[in-house]
Each structure stands twice: as C-alpha cells, then as structure tokens.
C-alpha cells in the first residue's frame, strides 16, 4: 500500500512537472517582438539596410493594428455578447484585406527572389500552425 501511495504521488509530481515546461514562454513586448521578426527577415531574406527600415516601420504598423482589434475583440467579449454572423463575416472580410494589403506592401518592398522566399516561409509557417492546432485538439479528446 505504502508503494502505491508513492507511485501515484511521483506520477503525480512527474505529470506536472512536465506540464510546468511547456508554459514557460517568455513574455515579449510588441517592439521586442517586432525586433525579433524583423532580425529573422534580415537573415533568411538577406534584407539590406533600407528594406530593414520599410519592413521595420511595416511591422509596427501591423502591431498597432494587431493590438486595436485585440482591444475592439476584448472588450466585445466583456460585453458578454457573441458577435452575429455579419460581424464575424466582416472581420473576417477586413482581416483579409488586412492580409492582401500587406502582402502588396511586403512586395513592393522586397526583390522577387525574396518575395518568393518570404512567401514560402509564410505558407511553411502556416503549416507548422495547422498541426500544432491539430496536436492542441488531439490533447483535449
């Protein structure tokens, strides 16, 4: 009996150490958020040292708008209301056209070559998002 309790309490301990890692995230702010993407587009799209200041000012532009529909969709749900069926199709017609827009600005930007690479990172990105989406539903069932 003694060894039973034991087992299930190092099970226990063990169970939650493991879940303790993989909440460990840091916390960045926006601009050191931004910083880090625009480091990783330096070195993966050979970016020189005007393309860095475009992207740069790009990237904080889609922060701020990032961060005011944050706060619309926050205090939407405070309210307590869900959104109707029109709401969310116009969000997501204007998180489309958020999408579109940048994507030109990332072209006039960057050179074919790079656009092209910056592309293919974006869709190797969405993947990786898609199964961790898909691992995320497997642990809930």
Excluded: C
Aim: avoid cysteine.
């Amino acid at each position: 009996m003694k060894k039973l309790i034991i087992a299930a309490l190092l099970f226990v301990g063990v169970a939650s150490f493991a879940q303790d890692g993989g909440q460990k995230r840091e916390k960045l702010t926006p601009e050191q958020r931004n910083e880090k993407q625009l480091t990783k587009l330096t070195t993966e799209l050979s970016l020189d040292a005007n393309q860095q200041a475009q992207v740069k000012q790009l990237l904080a532009d889609r922060s701020a708008k990032a961060e005011k529909f944050r706060e619309a969709r926050k205090d939407k749900k405070d309210s307590n209301t869900k959104p109707t069926a029109e709401e969310r199709a116009a969000f997501k017609k204007q998180m489309e056209d958020e999408v579109a827009a940048n994507d030109a600005k990332m072209k006039s930007i960057l050179k074919a070559d790079q656009y092209t690479k910056w592309k293919t990172l974006q869709e190797e990105k969405k993947d990786k998002a898609r199964e961790k989406m898909k691992e995320h539903r497997k642990e809930k069932i």
